[in-house]
């Protein structure tokens, strides 16, 4: 027979995870500003796991998010009440009642499409991610039953952020690049939407019942586009056209997968008006320059990797940009909260606070 410690601690475990399990659950897919540090268990180059990334991080030291600090996954599970984000899910931590407050699948180089980001050689592609997904749920099952894990999976919240490397890593990674040879610019994105709508009705078939779709940022005015490809301080002009044609047929393919399924699944974030606005008027959020990059070298800081040999800003709170591509922890700051309290100008069909308000109510 067991002894009654031997129970006691059994009844504590499964009380335990039956609070975590009553949390609202989080799911991430998709590139390296979502990524918590996947490609860490990689053999790439597309990674963040060397100082001074997480330099502003509660630890002090890189964890594999390409930022000084927090990126923006962790940011919104603080504000739908996590006690922790959700672990990458190569992580060897990543077990027992982890499981129940999601998984991060995220991996920086990734695109919609498969020959996105191939110089990276080693990453987890999108239809891996979703994959591992499947894996992830039948581990679930196996700890909870799959009862319980179909309840998780649909309750819970998934964030997919990617698309910009399908341009800047592919489209305009090289002059005459492949996919430019086989597609003009507005051919390539109609291909673009019509691949990233295979993925999000994959995750709905998944179980998948509440996802946050962000579109891309300002590609053109990246301090790395700034440096390789702006004219006199200027954004990249081509890049800038890429975002403005894709940005708005993501809404519209994300309008019309609601309708097709008669609920609104897809929630769209608007990530290039929000980067605009700080792009166009830094000194209103408190920077004092949306142009350079704190980490970097060369024009805006904005070429190469972030290393320790790179010129680093003292404080990151006046910078836009951490690095030549992506947002500092406080730009991450202001587009969650964006994403939870925007506008509809921001947000479409609404704001993540009034949908989790809504689901309490259900």
Known sequence: MASSASLMVLALLMASIAAIAEARAFFIFGDSLVDSGNNNYLETTARADSPPYGIDYPTGRPTGRFSNGL????????????SESPLPYLSPDFNGKKLLLGANFASAGVGILNDTGVQFVNILRMYRQLELFEEYKRRLSGLVGTRQANRVVSQALVLITVGGNDFVNNYYLVPFSARSRQYSLPDYVRFLISEYRKLLMKLYKAGARRVLVTGTGPLGCVPAELAMRGNNGGCSQELQRAASLYNPQLVQMINGLNAKIGRDVFISANTQKMHNDFVSDPQAFGFTTSEIACCGQGPYNGLGLCTQLSNLCPNRDLYTFWDPFHP??????????????????????????????FDSKM
């Open 328 to 357: 500092s922890e406080k730009a991450n700051r202001l587009i969650v909260e964006q994403i939870m309290r925007g506008s509809n100008e921001y947000m479409n069909p609404t704001n993540l606070s009034t949908i989790i308000t």
């Open 71 to 82: 990126n923006i996954p962790d940011l919104i599970g603080k504000q739908i009440g996590l």
